[in-house]
């Protein structure tokens, strides 16, 4: 099993940033993509951004490329997520995930076995 405990989140204005980090523990050595999800009340899981573990390939929606970064501590097995020009609309609960599954699609929330609690990022206007 792996667990994954986020923190990082709170409140920002429109405009600033803030650092979400990730921290796994437990069977790291399955890991082969880790990524971060983000849901608002009432809606489905949406993806954010993701890396592959041991290549350190990163991918974003669009809706935030450009403004947010996924980077990892391998040796501390820490993700993290780099928030800057936050919006409103970024709003919600993040999610850090994890799979085993290294190839393919990394935006689907169902290919992700592991989650962790979500921490709320609330950004005001």
């Known amino acids: 099993q792996v667990r994954l405990v986020e923190s990082g989140g709170g409140l920002a204005q429109a405009g600033g940033s803030l650092r979400l980090s990730c921290g796994a523990s437990?069977?790291?050595?399955?890991?082969?993509?880790m990524a971060w999800f983000r849901q608002e009340s009432g809606k489905e899981r949406q993806f954010v951004a993701a890396i592959r573990w041991n290549e350190d390939t990163l991918f974003y929606a669009d809706s935030v490329k450009g403004r947010f970064t996924i980077s990892r501590d391998y040796g501390a097995n820490t993700v993290y997520l780099q928030m800057n020009s936050l919006k409103p609309e970024d709003t919600a609960v993040y999610y850090c995930?994890?799979?085993?599954?290294?190839?393919?699609?990394?935006?689907?929330?169902?290919?992700?076995?592991?989650w962790g609690q979500g921490t709320q990022v609330t950004v005001s206007s």
């Open positions: 995930a994890a799979r085993s599954g290294v190839y393919g699609p990394p935006s689907g929330h169902y290919e992700y076995g592991y």
């Open positions: 437990g069977r790291t050595s399955i890991i082969g993509t």
